[in-house]
Structure formats: structure tokens, C-alpha cells
């Protein structure tokens, strides 16, 4: 497959003439080849106006039809071959098994799609039959299903340049559920993105889906991305990256004369809590594993662990010295971008002049674009009074935090930010104490796991990816997992519809076959 550096629209491809862009190779800093042509806003236009005509026809496609076309994505995706993981390669600087794994998870989330909807679970199908002789007042016949929203915006993160990209877990969800897909390339990997693009492409015109249920659009600046969120007929979108940038484009979701679901995915430092037991029992132990998490992928990962709390003491010292000696023979790690690359840098320099932080340990030197692991401690009393040592720092920097007891530690996670993921490192022993603050811990975080860190997220139907703000813009959602699906969807009820006008989920005979929750008992098929 050729990249050309076009965009995708109308199932077509044609030449941006919105200003420039161009993939550099994050290790050497060199320009790669192709020249990407960013959308004049005639071309997000068009792309909203086909999404839009496509919703229609799209959303009355049967589920088995969508599972049918998500299948066929993946497969198509699949078939690009090595072209694929070359370009991303060279794109992003991530190593091939990385991406090769990324290829399979991205692929297997489409399919993991493909079953939700031949499984029907995610209609919510619920009936409460009429009840004409009930006193004082008859009972309707209340019917209830999910719709979709319809066309939805998505954002390709620089992290995850197929899982969370072009054709990752927004996109997989969002097409589920029946909506049309305009995607916003990141500008670090378009050529990765046109290929994944291009397959999409193939894939709707091999099911003879509408044209405008895919579009793939590049920005050389940031006004079609804000038009794109803008554009009145886009209904939700999805998105993976800053704080900075999440937040500027769920003010224009928010801002909007008619408001819409905004689901970003932004800053995360992910706690790890050391419980006294633990630390007494395997503190030094826990430092290889620590270290593995903290410097996977360079640590550009949201789920780096990004914050350690203890108890001081000899056994958190002793954690710190065997987690120092780990991290001094750490290879440093390439970055995505030189942006990226860049923010590392000021962020480490940030830590490291702040008053009260003290370095602990930092990694081997790095070549072109690398960063080095960093790990800086600091006593609690200083964290709470130094707000911004919450802040994600993204790469491979961690803080430990040192309480002088219990309370102190239980005051410091009270102060948190919202979070994607707190992990606790204990002991049976440590259990009264663990149980104590997991109702704190769960109002933190999407996730909280024990003995192991948040990194390498599994897609399945119990994952949340998600969390309270800063973590995400919604904390009621996960753009990770089956459960991601409900983002793009909302309920309709129908009151006393004749059998005629029911949709075929909620019909009597139940032609679909799917559980359906009748008079509120579940009931299987
Ligand atoms: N927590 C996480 O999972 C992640 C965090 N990050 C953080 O983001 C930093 C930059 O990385 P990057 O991936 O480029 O993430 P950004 O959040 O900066 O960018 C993400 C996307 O949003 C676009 N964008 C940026 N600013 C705006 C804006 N004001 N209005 C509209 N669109 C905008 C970008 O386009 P363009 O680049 O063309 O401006 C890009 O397509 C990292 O250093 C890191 O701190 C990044 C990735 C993941
Ligand atoms: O760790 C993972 O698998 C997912 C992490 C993620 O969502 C991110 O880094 O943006």
C-alpha cells in the first residue's frame, strides 16, 4: 500500500492544500518522506456532511452487519503487512515487537467489538409490559433501547499510533455503536495513520456501507481540529493526550450551541502505595518490577507510574537504594516527538529545582531524543504544599513520597487528583489497612490493582480506562474495553408503540435473540 499523503474522504483520497506536515524520525530528527496535506476547512466539511448523510443508513445496519465490517477492519489491517510496522517504526521510534503487539490489540478490540454487538448486551433491551388494570393508575407498555449518538470526532494519540489511533479503540467503539467515524490524524505518525486509513477505507467499501461512515482527516495547525469538534453535526468525540489540549477542545465541545459529549483521556500520575508490610516483607523486590513499568515505551504510557508513596523509614530507604541501583543501569529510552522529548526535559528540570525534591537516582546518558529515567523523593509535608508535583511528568520520571505515619500517608491521598489507576503493593498482613482505604482509593481512581502497576491496560468487559478528572473529562466512561461502547450511545424509551413501529430488539418474539431485562427480571434468550 502507497502513502500519498492525501486525505481520505468520500472513500476517496485528494491532496490537502491546508499547509504542510511532515513525519520525522524521532531518533535521527530527520524528515521523512511523503509530504502530508493538511484539510481546508472545505474538506472538514464535506467530511461532516457525508458522516452525516451516512448516519442514517449506517445506524440501520444490523448488528451482525457491523460485526461483519469491524472484522473485515481488522482484517484488512492486518493485510497491510510489514509496511505497516516499518512506517510506525520509523514514525515513532517504537520498537517492532511493541508494535507488532499493538497491531494484534488493535485488531483483536475490533473483533471484541464484533462480538459485543452480535451479543446485544450493549441495547440494554428492557420491556415493562403495560399493566391496564393497575390502581390508581394503568401501567404503559414501556420499551427501552440504546440508539446511537451519531457522527463522532476522534483524536489519534501519539502514544499508541494503533491502539489508540486511526482505527483503535475510539473508532471500534464508536463504529459499533453506529456512528460514523471522522478521525483527526496526530501529526507525529500520519503515514501509520493513512495506511490504517486507507484499510478502513477498503473495509466500508468491501461491506457497501456508506462513503461517509469514515473519514480521515490532517491538521497543519489547530483550527480544523477545533472545527471538527465545532461542527454542529458532530455529536461526541474521543481523544488521547495533554491536559492542555484536552481540556481546550472539551471547552469548545462545552461551548458549543448545542453541547456534546467531549471523552478525553489526559493526565494521569498513578499512584503506587507501598504498605508497611509489603515494604517490610519485599521492598527491595518490588524495585526491578518498578523499574521495568516505569521505563516501558520510555515511559509514555498514561499509566506510568508516576507517584510512590510510603511510610519513611529504613524500608522505604532500602526500597529507594534498591530502586536507584535499577534505575542507574537504565537505558535511556527514545521519545516519541522532539516536542514530547522536549516537555520531558523541562518537566525532569521542573522536579529537579524544586525546593524540598531531592534526586534519587537517574539512568544511562541517552543518544538523539532519548530520555533518561528519572527518581525524585520528597517528604509529604512539601507535596501537599507544592501543587504542582501532582502534575504528569510524561516519560520515565517517578516521585517518591515520604510520609512520617499513617495519618499523613491517608491525608496525602486525599489531596490526589483524579487518576487512572492507584496501585497497592501489600501483604496479608497488610489487609485491615488496605480495606480502610479502599473506599478513598476508589474514588480516585478508574482502577486499582494490587502487587502491580497500571502499565499494559488488558482489553476485556471488566476494564475501566478511565477516571476522575484530571485523568479524563468523564468519569463515567473507559475508552478502554467493551464498556466503551456506551460513549456513543444514549436510551429511548417508547411508550405504547403498536407492535408495528418496534424496533426488531424489542419485539415480543425477541427475533434477535438477545437478554433482555423483562419487568425488570433479566431474561436470557
Ligand atoms: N496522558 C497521556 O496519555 C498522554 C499525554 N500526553 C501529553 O501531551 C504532550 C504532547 O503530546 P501530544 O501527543 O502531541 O498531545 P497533545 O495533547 O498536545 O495533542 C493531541 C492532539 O490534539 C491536538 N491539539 C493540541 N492542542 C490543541 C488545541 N489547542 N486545539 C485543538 N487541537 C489541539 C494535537 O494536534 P497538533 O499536534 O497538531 O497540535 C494532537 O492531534 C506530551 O508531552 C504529554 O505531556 C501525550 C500523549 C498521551
Ligand atoms: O497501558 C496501556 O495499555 C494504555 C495506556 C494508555 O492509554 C496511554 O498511554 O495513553
Known amino acids: 500500500m502507497t502513502i500519498t499523503g492525501e486525505l481520505l474522504i468520500d472513500g476517496g483520497a485528494r491532496p490537502g492544500t491546508g499547509g504542510a506536515i511532515h513525519a520525522v524520525d524521532p531518533s535521527t530528527g530527520a524528515t521523512l518522506d511523503v509530504t502530508f496535506g493538511g484539510a481546508t476547512k472545505a474538506d472538514l466539511d464535506e467530511a461532516c456532511a457525508l458522516a452525516a448523510a451516512a448516519f442514517g443508513p449506517y445506524r440501520a445496519t444490523s448488528p451482525e452487519q457491523r460485526a461483519v465490517f469491524l472484522e473485515t477492519v481488522a482484517a484488512k ?88 489511533s486511526v482505527a483503535g479503540g475510539d473508532t471500534a467503539s464508536a463504529l459499533a455503536a453506529g456512528c460514523p467515524v471522522v478521525v483527526k490524524a496526530h501529526p507525529a505518525h500520519p503515514g501509520t495513520s493513512e495506511l490504517v486509513g486507507r484499510a478502513v477505507q477498503e473495509a466500508v467499501k468491501a461491506c457497501g456501507l456508506p462513503s461517509g461512515v469514515f473519514a480521515l482527516l490532517h491538521d497543519a495547525g489547530i483550527e480544523i481540529s477545533q472545527g471538527l469538534v465545532a461542527d454542529a453535526r458532530i455529536k461526541a468525540a474521543g481523544f488521547t493526550g495533554s491536559r492542555r489540549a484536552g481540556l481546550a477542545l ?4 462545552q461551548g458549543r450551541p448545542e453541547p456534546i459529549p467531549f471523552y478525553a483521556e489526559m493526565s494521569s500520575i498513578n499512584p503506587v502505595l507501598l504498605l508497611p508490610n509489603a515494604l517490610k516483607a519485599r521492598g527491595a523486590a518490588i524495585a526491578p518490577d518498578f ?19 510510603g511510610i519513611d523509614g529504613p524500608e522505604l530507604d532500602a526500597f529507594l537504594a534498591a530502586t536507584a541501583e535499577v534505575i542507574a543501569k537504565a537505558p535511556a529510552g527514545q521519545m516519541l516527538t522532539p516536542g514530547i522529548c522536549k516537555a520531558y526535559t523541562g518537566g525532569v528540570k521542573a522536579l529537579a529545582e524544586t525546593s524540598g525534591v531531592t534526586e534519587v ?23 501537599l504544599a507544592t501543587p504542582h508535583l501532582q502534575d504528569e511528568v510524561f516519560g520515565a520520571a517517578s516521585l517518591v513520597v515520604r510520609a512520617q505515619d499513617l495519618a499523613q500517608l491517608t491525608q496525602v491521598l486525599a489531596a490526589l487528583e483524579g487518576q487512572l489507576t492507584i496501585a497497592v503493593h501489600m501483604e496479608e ?35 475501566v480506562h478511565g477516571g476522575p478528572f484530571p485523568s479524563t473529562s468523564d468519569s463515567r466512561s473507559t ?47
Request: proline share 7%.
Open 429 to 463: 498482613a497488610d489487609t485491615d489497612l488496605a480495606r480502610a482505604l479502599l473506599p478513598t482509593l476508589e474514588l480516585k481512581a478508574g482502577r486499582v490493582l494490587v502487587n502491580g502497576f497500571g502499565t499494559g491496560v488488558e482489553v476485556g468487559h471488566a476494564m
Open 77 to 164: 489491517i492486518e493485510a497491510i503487512g510489514d509496511d505497516l510496522i516499518v512506517r510506525a517504526m520509523a514514525e515513532t521510534g517504537l520498537p517492532r515487537a511493541r508494535l507488532e503487539g499493538e497491531r494484534g490489540r488493535t485488531m483483536g478490540q475490533l473483533k471484541m467489538f464484533a462480538g459485543v454487538l452480535r451479543d446485544g448486551g450493549w441495547l440494554e433491551a428492557r420491556i415493562d409490559p403495560a399493566q391496564p388494570d393497575r390502581k390508581p393508575l394503568p401501567r404503559p407498555d414501556l420499551r427501552l433501547r440504546n440508539v446511537p449518538l451519531g457522527p463522532v470526532a476522534v483524536f489519534g494519540a501519539s502514544n499508541f499510533p494503533l491502539a489508540f
Open 250 to 253: 472539551t471547552a469548545v465541545a
Open 291 to 309: 523499574v521495568a513499568a516505569l521505563t516501558q515505551g520510555a515511559g509514555q504510557f498514561c499509566t506510568n507510574p508516576g507517584l510512590i508513596l
Open 361 to 383: 537516582a537517574h539512568g544511562l546518558e541517552g543518544g538523539h531524543g532519548q530520555g533518561r529515567a528519572t527518581l525524585f523523593s520528597v517528604d509529604a509535608a512539601t507535596f
Open 479 to 525: 475508552s478502554v474495553g467493551s464498556l466503551a461502547i456506551f460513549r456513543f450511545l444514549r436510551p429511548v424509551s417508547y411508550q405504547n408503540l403498536p407492535a408495528a413501529l418496534l424496533p426488531v430488539e424489542l419485539q415480543d418474539a425477541n427475533p434477535l435473540g438477545i437478554a433482555r431485562r423483562v419487568d425488570g427480571k433479566v431474561v436470557l434468550a
